[in-house]
């Protein structure tokens, strides 16, 4: 059942409404559990669009697998989904540095207060971005340090590729993953594909990954059939690739593929001169589990990164 | 005066951006000023060519004291201004929460670290700077707590108020507090105006910057004694938030004295034209903040007000 979780007045003729499907099993109560789904909290990030309507499609074609309760939030930034802006627009701000957010705060920080007051009691939160326009990912688990170690029991059932302790970008403590898993909802942050864009095989793949937890939780009757487990990684095994000087980056390599060292990555080419700038190469051998879909790149710009020393976790 | 390049970026379709410092007087780094990394901050821009005027001025005349040594950077962000836009590049990234940067990060923390390395180790420190949110503030110095913040030396601009405010988790990556970090005594100063020039406040701004210079015997400058400042917790602040949204009327203005239960705005149903909402001042005081668009939504900050003590 569709049900509003907060309403606040926009200027002119307009609410801002925060929604979620409240999803009930047929299954019996069994455990009881409570797991949350939440997406779009960056405006410009919709792959979590195709895992929440393939977890709603799932669940309401055979609710008698189910027995406890799903919470499927497609749109926590509404209004910047609507305009592919990932920030709140007219703010400017990046919602996921507002949480836990204040109840009696500006109207965004209401908003941020009321999402959370609504995910808490949930015994499981799993936040889906994407990448932004400019790099491309694989599917992977995102944790900080800080609750890595009771949230990585979970993060290998998700059946992605890879789970990535302490990158830098989870570890703000104003995101929403921080203000839940600081109250003692285990919350994971997934990253995959690419900014305003939907990878349905991606899609699937990490809806699988959540059928696959809800079944581990106990709260899902079948287990799904092919999954993978994860390559574990921490900040030192990941080899960043910028670009040193500015240009067009035309890579000469797959997304998702394994290099090795010498292996050409790319090169960024100027066009106004008809030539080569720089040819960038890899520096190790690794996976190219990041690499730069926008082409356009200054000095300093992300163009890959290099999953390096790979311990394949198999025979799980 | 010199002017110095601290920073290039060069891109294929545009003139190179050239972040760039100009010197005064020799000797110890004793003050830098800095203006502003958004590129809507036109009014902030203003006070630092403003300055580098005076001080060029000043330099002339023998004003800077012998073995001081000034620098000011106008502005950070020349490639955002150019564009009307805030934030840096494509990415849109806010350069003031990259801070202390990384020289082989991403351009914005690249551009960071360079204008860090470069400004680090002055005394004093003033960044020039507006609010996030739109609206117009009684000129003031702010300072974040971190341990080494120093209030009392925020009197010597001479500006009505002192806010301290407590650091979030977000704060740690602007200027103002890695500045502090390393031990320059930092100061971020605003004004009633970001995206427009006021040559009311600038003029304000920039005599209290001079006060300031002066009293620590960096310059010699005849000017007045300014305000005794009141110092002030950013928590101690009423916020007066609205209960609808519609079209803002104000009525109150930055840097009234307003009392208990005065009209303060009308939100106005923005399809009928009825006033849907009379906001009224919640307690004695002076407005502090008032928001400055004509669209306001629910919840949104109207105001901040500094509650008035009755002797
Ligand atoms: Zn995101």
Not at chain 1, 4 to 17: D, K
Not at chain 1, 100 to 122: C, H, K, M, W, Y
Not at chain 1, 299 to 306: C, F, N, P, Y
Not at chain 2, 167 to 177: G, Q, S
Request: proline share 3%; with cysteine; glycine share 8%.
């Amino acid at each position: 059942m569709v049900k509003t979780v907060f309403s606040i007045g926009l200027s002119t003729g307009e609410n801002l409404v925060i929604k979620k499907n409240r999803l009930e099993g047929t299954g019996g109560h069994g455990k009881g559990k409570k797991v949350a789904i939440v997406t779009g909290i960056h405006g410009d990030e919709l792959e979590g669009q195709y895992v929440c309507y393939e977890m709603v499609r799932r669940i309401k074609e055979r609710p008698e697998l189910l027995n406890g309760v799903v919470d499927v939030y497609p749109a926590l930034n509404p209004v910047g989904i609507t305009v592919a802006n990932r920030m709140i627009p007219k703010l400017d701000m990046d919602m996921n540095r507002m949480f836990p957010g204040d109840e009696n705060g500006t109207s965004f920080e209401r908003v941020a207060a009321a999402i959370v007051q609504d995910l808490a009691g949930a015994d499981l939160c799993i936040d889906v971005h994407a990448s932004n326009r400019f790099v491309k990912e694989i599917p992977q688990v995102r944790l900080c340090e800080e609750f890595s170690e009771k949230l990585i029991s979970y993060a290998r059932h998700m059946n992605v590729d890879m789970i990535w302790t302490n990158a830098t970008e989870t570890v703000h403590e104003a995101t929403l993953a921080h203000a839940m898993n600081s109250m003692g909802v285990p919350t994971l942050v997934v990253e995959m594909g690419l900014g305003m864009r939907v990878n349905r095989s991606y899609g699937r793949q990490v809806a699988e990954g959540i059928f696959n937890l809800l079944y581990e939780l106990g709260i899902w009757k079948e287990r799904p059939k092919h999954i993978q487990y994860p390559v574990l990684s921490t900040d030192g095994e990941v080899e960043f690739i910028r670009a040193d000087c500015s240009g067009v980056f035309i890579p000469a390599i797959e997304h998702s593929h394994f290099v090795k060292k010498g292996d050409k990555i790319g090169e960024i080419i100027t066009p106004v001169e008809g030539k080569v700038e720089r040819e960038i190469v890899a520096k190790k051998d690794g996976l190219v589990f990041t690499l730069r879909e926008y082409p356009m790149v200054s000095k300093g710009a992300l163009l890959a990164r290099i999953l390096t020393d790979i311990k394949t976790k198999e025979g799980e | 005066m010199f002017a110095e390049d601290i920073y290039t970026l060069s891109t294929p379709y545009r003139e190179d951006m050239s972040v760039k410092g100009y010197h005064f007087g020799k000797g110890e780094q004793s003050a830098c000023i800095i203006g502003p990394m958004r590129g809507k901050g036109v009014q902030q821009m203003y006070i630092c060519s403003q300055l580098v005027k005076t001080l060029k001025e000043l330099e002339s005349n023998g004003c800077i004291c012998s073995g001081r040594e000034v620098m000011v950077i106008p502005v950070v962000n020349s490639y955002s201004m150019n564009i009307g836009t805030n934030f840096f590049g494509v990415e849109g990234e806010d350069i003031n929460s990259q801070f202390p940067g990384r020289t082989y990060g991403d351009t914005a923390e690249q551009i960071a670290a360079a204008v860090f390395n470069r400004i680090k180790d002055y005394s004093f420190g003033i960044q020039l700077t507006a609010f996030h949110m739109t609206g117009e503030s009684v000129p003031h110095i702010r300072m974040v707590e971190n341990g080494y913040q120093n209030s009392s030396l925020a009197n010597l601009f001479g500006l009505p108020f002192v806010v301290v405010k407590k650091a979030k988790p977000i704060d740690t990556k602007t200027l103002n507090y890695n500045w502090q970090s390393m031990q320059t005594a930092a100061f971020s100063l605003y004004t009633d105006s970001n995206e427009k020039v006021s040559v009311k406040s600038a003029k304000q701004a920039l005599a209290a910057i001079l006060r300031f210079l002066t009293r620590m015997g960096i310059i010699r400058y005849e000017s007045h004694s300014g305000y005794i400042s009141h110092v002030l917790k950013e928590k101690d602040l009423t916020a007066v938030h609205t209960m609808c949204g519609g079209i803002f009327r104000r009525k109150a203005k930055v840097g009234q004295d307003i009392r208990y239960g005065d009209a303060m705005a009308e939100i106005i149903d923005p399809y009928r034209g009825n006033t849907k909402e009379t906001i009224l001042a919640p307690t004695d005081g002076i407005v502090f903040f008032a928001h400055s668009e004509s669209l306001i939504a629910e919840g949104d900050l109207a105001y901040y007000l500094v509650h008035r003590l009755h002797e």
